[in-house]
Nanobody, 122 residues
Framework: VQLAESGGGLVQAGTSLRLSCAAS????????IGWFRQAPGKEREFVGA????????YYADSMKGRFTVSRDNAKNMAYLQMGSLRPEDTAVYYC????????????????WGQGTQVTVSS
C-alpha cells in the first residue's frame, strides 16, 4: 500500500491541525494505521494508531488528550487531529501501515509515507 501524508505547515502554538494520510494500492482496510513523528536530532516517536475498522485506538501516554487518530475506509484515508499545539510538537509526521493496531514500534509497520512537516511557532 502506498501512503501519502498531507496537511502539515506552519502554525501558532495553541492552535489545531489535522493531518491526512491517503492510501492507494492494496486494500486499505487490511492494515492498521499508525502515526509517528520525528523532530530534528531525535528518534522517531510513536504518536498513536487505529485498528483496521477504526474502532480501536492506541496512543503514546504523552500524546493522550491532545491527539486523535481516525480513519475512513470508504475514502482510503486516515487522520491525525492535533490540538493545543506546542513548539515541541514541531516534527515531521509520518503515517504507516501494519498488521497490528496495538503497535508502538516503528519496525511493526510495513509501509510508510514520505512525511509532512509540522512547525509550531511560539
Amino acid at each position: 500500500v502506498q501512503l501519502a501524508e498531507s496537511g502539515g505547515g506552519l502554525v501558532q502554538a495553541g492552535t489545531s491541525l489535522r493531518l491526512s494520510c491517503a492510501a492507494s494500492g492494496r486494500t486499505f482496510s487490511d492494515y492498521a494505521i499508525g502515526w509517528f513523528r520525528q523532530a530534528p536530532g531525535k528518534e522517531r516517536e510513536f504518536v498513536g494508531a487505529v485498528s483496521f475498522n477504526g474502532l480501536m485506538t492506541y496512543y503514546a501516554d504523552s500524546m493522550k488528550g491532545r491527539f486523535t487518530v481516525s480513519r475512513d475506509n470508504a475514502k482510503n484515508m486516515a487522520y491525525l487531529q492535533m490540538g493545543s499545539l506546542r513548539p515541541e510538537d514541531t516534527a515531521v509526521y509520518y503515517c504507516a501501515a501494519g498488521s497490528a493496531w496495538y503497535a508502538p514500534k516503528d519496525y511493526e509497520y510495513y509501509y510508510w509515507g514520505q512525511g509532512t512537516q509540522v512547525t509550531v511557532s511560539s
